[in-house]
């Protein structure tokens, strides 16, 4: 099986993923791939101001089971996907983090919300908003304006009915009202980037406390 990896540096740790211990329904899952291909390579690249770790982080997906996760794919849209998937492939390497306060009800609340919106499409145009807000310019002035023009730019271009992965990701937990406003959910979910949720202890349980 797939091993997991669960640290956010680069001296992390390496054990095998084990329901209901090192993952659970209502965790966030954020991949990385060794060998990215050109999709992968662009979201790292635009992402690059965000990154406070050397990990790479380029997806990020809703646990819903011990063997399943809805995420949002650039090639289905929303959909429901096996773990196995990433814990079998030799070149991803999966990390999971737990929301804070997270108990049954929370969990249930975040499994519920990822599944009302299987079956939209990707949201190619606000993937292109965080593309811009990637670059010299677009991060220039999101410094200068205090992330208005981020805000302004994903709400011209976001589609109610389509999703980027780490949208929906945060979408789902800001539904639960202890994590709602929080940390870097406190910014619109179409602006935030799966580096920024990977990063927040926040909205995280922090990595030391498992």
Known sequence: MKILQLNPNTDYTIINP???ETYAAGFTGFTCSVKPDAFQ???????RFDRLSDIEITHALTVTGPNTCVEALYSTGVTESPLSKYFDADDVLIFFRKPRNLDEIAARIIVNAVYEHVGDKYDTSLLAAQLYS???FG???????SGKTDAFVAWLLDHPEAWICSEYVAWALNKVPKLSGHGVLRYPAATINPKELFQCDITYTPWNQG
Request: glycine share 16%.
């Open 41 to 47: 390579k662009g979201i790292a690249w635009f992402t």
């Open 18 to 20: 084990v329901y209901g």
């Open 139 to 145: 991060h220039l002035a999101s410094l200068i304006s």
């Open 134 to 136: 990637g670059t010299f």
